[in-house]
């Protein structure tokens, strides 16, 4: 019913800039907040960045100053903006919103499927 679909992510050399997207689709009445979780090889799931329904963002430590989170409310899409990329940011980035369905009150958490960003000379 509901489809997460992110795209945007590569291969940049330490330095470089990479945007990510993340389009929401479906039987959607309205989404909340929104946010990117990043997966590195071996470790868990984290947050990196999320973004309220009204345009409030939240920034982990390790991207504070760095990465920019931004949402387009009127395409259900989500950006995530990474300058001055690290070889530490190489991970798989998903997309993640709470999301009302149009046929019930309750807000349920969606994944996109992820994006491979990989930095590295």
């Known amino acids: 019913q509901v489809q997460l679909v992110e795209s945007g992510g590569g291969l940049v050399q330490p330095g470089g800039s990479l945007r990510v997207s993340c389009a929401a689709s479906?039987?959607?009445?309205?989404?909340?907040?929104m946010g990117w979780y990043r997966q590195a090889p071996g470790k868990e799931r984290v947050l990196v960045a999320s973004i309220t329904k009204s345009g409030i963002p939240n920034y982990a430590d390790s991207v504070k100053g760095r990465f920019t989170i931004s949402r387009d409310n009127a395409k259900s899409t989500v950006y995530l903006q990474m300058n001055s990329l690290k070889p530490e940011d190489t991970a798989v980035y998903y997309c993640?919103?709470?999301?009302?369905?149009?046929?019930?009150?309750?807000?349920?958490?969606?994944w996109g499927q992820g994006t491979q960003v990989t930095v590295s000379s």
């Open positions: 479906g039987s959607i009445f309205s989404i909340n907040a």
């Open positions: 993640n919103a709470a999301i009302r369905l149009s046929n019930t009150p309750m807000l349920g958490a969606y």
